[in-house]
């Protein structure tokens, strides 16, 4: 099973037709690696404030 999101409202589901709205979705690809990450710092910094809170 494969997570899969509606073409409509956008929401997610594991079903064929959306729970929502009764739209159909489409299987989601995970995001892109890449070992070159920009962002990786911010976030990092971010998970480790949200820890510390």
């Known amino acids: 099973m494969r997570i899969r999101k509606c073409a409509n409202c956008g929401a997610y589901t594991l079903k064929e037709s959306c729970t ?19 962002y990786g710092k911010y976030r990092r910094m971010m998970k480790a404030q949200e820890t510390s809170v």
């Open 20 to 38: 929502r709205c009764g739209g159909a979705t489409f299987r989601v690809r995970p995001a892109k690696f890449s070992p070159e990450d920009r």
